[in-house]
């Protein structure tokens, strides 16, 4: 039973992990090796953090709005 549940928390993890960096294969061979709470962590940590203007969806450019 344990072990269906600690699999259970490796799936869950890869399926945060879908659209980032690495992918959902990464963080769930990550978290069978090494925890599924330390590879959560690791892709808290790793994932960047949206701006405002990201959250809008506008789209970066290379100089700031001042110049443009």
């Known amino acids: 039973m344990g072990q269906l549940i600690y699999l259970a928390l490796c799936i869950l993890v890869g399926l945060f992990a879908i ?10 061979l990550l978290s ?7 590879s959560l962590l690791i892709l808290v ?8 203007d ?5 789209r970066w450019h290379p ?3 001042s110049s443009r």
């Open 19 to 28: 659209g980032q960096r690495g992918g959902f294969f990464l963080y769930f």
């Open 32 to 38: 069978m090796v090494l925890s599924p709470l330390l």
């Open 45 to 52: 940590i790793a994932t960047p953090v949206l701006n405002k």
């Open 54 to 58: 990201m959250q809008r969806g506008s």
């Open 63 to 65: 100089l700031p709005p």
